[in-house]
C-alpha cells in the first residue's frame, strides 16, 4: 500500500498483470533513489487494460529515472464523474509530467 496525498493505493506493483481488471484511478510512479514520484494520473473502468494499451507509455519511459510502477486506488463503486474528481485533484497537487491536467 502507498499513500497518495490522502487516498490509499494498492502498489506500487512493478508489472500490470498484477492489477486487476476493475474501475479505479491509477497513479504512474517513477521509483528513483528510494523515493517515489508521479509520472501519470488518470482513471479507467479497466485500470489494467487501460495501463497496458495507453496511448502515453512512452512519456512515461522517457520521464522515468529510474524503475516505472503502478499503483490503484480501486473503485468499483463509483461513478465516472467521481472518479474524473479525484484524478484532477490529484493532478493539481502532483502536476505529473505525462498527460494534460
Known amino acids: 500500500m502507498i499513500t497518495i496525498d490522502r487516498y490509499n493505493f494498492d502498489g506500487p506493483h512493478t508489472i500490470p498483470d498484477m492489477l486487476k481488471d476493475i474501475a479505479g484511478i491509477y497513479a504512474i510512479l517513477d521509483l528513483f533513489d528510494n523515493q517515489y514520484s508521479v509520472i501519470d494520473i488518470g482513471e479507467s473502468t479497466m485500470v489494467r487494460t487501460r495501463i497496458e494499451t495507453h496511448d502515453r507509455k512512452n512519456c512515461w519511459i522517457i520521464n522515468s529515472r529510474g524503475h516505472l510502477q ?20 490529484l493532478r493539481s497537487i502532483y502536476q505529473p509530467s505525462c498527460g494534460v491536467y
Open 70 to 89: 503502478y499503483a490503484v486506488l480501486y473503485t468499483p463503486g463509483m461513478n465516472e464523474n467521481k472518479r474524473r474528481e479525484i484524478e484532477s485533484y
